[in-house]
């Protein structure tokens, strides 16, 4: 039999995609809405973007580590699953087959074929199909905590540094409505970037990360003009 071609999914995007995305998010809107709050607090443009440089180190530290510790603990889970499930495999492996069978029954298969397929798969690689029918964890799917660590840094900093280029070729006068407006560009970019490598509609993607992306430098902005006016 001639082989066939393995066919490419958008899901073999996933790991990366949200890590970098969710980083590349929230670097242009905290940066972008720190920004703004200072600047609407009356703020000189150089504390202006001394707030926003720091914003965007700490910033970026804090996405690393986050994403590092979480994804760290979602491999730990995983692992200690597929330990478990390879001492349950070799204290009893005919209730394993029987299990893994009962797996492919659910899913539509007679039983007859169901037990021919899990002993077949069992004979090949009992751990990997365990993993991957009873656990539900893939090559694809599993955890790279470097991986997302490094992504979401990355994206964070890379997100951050667009609204900062903004208060340079800015005068004080139009920084806020600037960077504001800039920012929500970027946004949309970004949202249509996203949805386009992940095979979603581009337009739902762009208009979500604007809309959050706005609300939060409208929040940050009355705060700093409140706190600007009565200090």
Not at 57 to 75: K, N, P, R, T
Request: hydrophobic fraction near 50%; avoid cysteine.
């Amino acid at each position: 039999m001639n082989k066939i071609p393995p066919e490419t999914h958008k899901s073999k995007h996933i790991n990366w995609l949200r890590a970098a995305v969710l980083g590349a998010n929230d670097g242009i809107v905290s940066t972008a809405s720190l920004i703004v709050g200072v600047a609407s607090a009356n703020s000189s443009q150089q504390s202006v973007l001394l707030a926003g440089i720091a914003g965007l180190v700490a910033g970026a530290m804090s996405m690393a580590a986050g994403e590092y510790v979480s994804v760290s603990s979602q491999a730990d889970t995983e692992s200690a699953d597929l330990i478990k499930e390879q001492k349950e495999i070799a204290a009893n492996p005919e209730y394993e087959r029987m299990e893994l069978a009962q797996i492919y029954v659910q899913r539509g298969l007679d039983l007859e074929l169901a037990t021919k397929v899990s002993e077949q798969l069992m004979a090949h690689d009992a751990l990997g199909s365990h993993a991957r029918d009873e656990l539900g964890i893939t090559e694809v799917m599993s955890a790279k905590p470097i991986q997302a660590a490094l992504a979401s840094a990355g994206a964070f900093s890379v997100g951050a540094a667009l609204p900062l280029l903004l208060i340079l070729i800015s005068s004080r006068e139009i920084l806020i409505p600037l960077v504001s407006g800039g920012s929500i560009v970027f946004l949309v970019v970004l949202g249509i970037l996203a949805a386009w490598v992940g095979g979603a509609n581009i337009w739902k993607g762009a208009f979500r990360v604007a809309l959050w992306g706005a609300l939060a430098m409208a929040l940050t902005a009355g705060v700093g003009t409140l706190f600007g006016a009565s200090v």
